[in-house]
């Protein structure tokens, strides 16, 4: 059964490095395609990009290449990074499996403030 | 980026009767392999997105076949065919034929 964790500091302050992991069990980072998607309190979802296991990358252009996704095959972890993080970056986090997400973490709040 | 629109923003539905969602899309989701990526995700209250359907009417595992997806191009539809209280949620459509993926604006269901 395929799971996901995220984790991460819930408190980032302005124009600081927003820094997230996302611990997969079940299957190996080394097969699909990772996903990074976020949902503002109370409002929609937004995807933020994604990784495959060989290092390549795609990203929504809205983040202004502020985002930077990365995958540990030896851990089975896939990074988040997002710099000079305002009070708009504010979200729930979620990974996900592949560009179809056909698998969630549970997600972890990340709330930017001074 | 392509815009998906859903209707309606909110749906009243009574135990037992049907549902229906729609979801536009700002342009054809057919993609150059042929294939139209259109999934449904249901959000249960403080619960992940789950993903129901993927390529506009393909159930994924474990989802019942009260679920249903349809439509073609830009116009599409997830069918509830008798609602129960587990359904009650946020529903999202999203696209998967173009850089960056994007989604519809969600779908509330709640018990009439």
């Known amino acids: 059964q395929v799971q996901l964790q995220e984790s991460g500091p819930g408190l980032v302050k302005p124009s600081e490095t927003l820094s997230l992991t996302c611990t997969v069990s079940g299957v190996s980072t080394s097969s699909y395609y990772w996903s990074w998607i976020r949902q503002p309190p109370g409002k929609g979802l937004e995807w933020i990009g994604y990784v495959h296991h060989s290092g390549g990358t795609k990203y929504n252009p809205s983040l202004k290449s502020r985002a930077n996704i990365s995958v540990d095959t030896s851990k089975n972890q896939v990074s988040l990074k997002l710099n000079s993080v305002t009070a708009a970056d504010t979200a729930l986090y979620h990974c996900a499996r592949g560009q179809a997400l056909d698998n969630w973490g549970q997600g972890t709040l990340v709330t930017v403030s001074s | 980026d392509v815009v998906m629109t859903q209707s309606p923003l909110s749906l009243p539905v009574t135990l037992g009767q049907p549902a229906s969602i729609s979801c536009r899309s700002s342009q054809s989701l057919v993609y150059s392999d042929g294939n139209t990526y259109l999934s449904w995700f249901q959000q249960r209250p403080g619960h992940s997105p789950r993903r129901l359907i993927y390529?506009?009417?393909n159930r994924d595992s474990g989802v019942p076949d009260k679920f249903s997806g349809s439509g073609s191009g830009t116009d599409f539809t997830l069918k509830i065919s008798r609602v129960e209280a587990e359904d009650v949620g946020v529903y999202y459509c999203?696209?998967?034929?173009?850089?960056?993926?994007?989604f519809g604006g969600g779908t509330k269901v709640e018990i009439k």
């Open positions: 999203m696209q998967g034929s173009y850089w960056p993926l994007t």
């Open positions: 390529k506009v009417s």
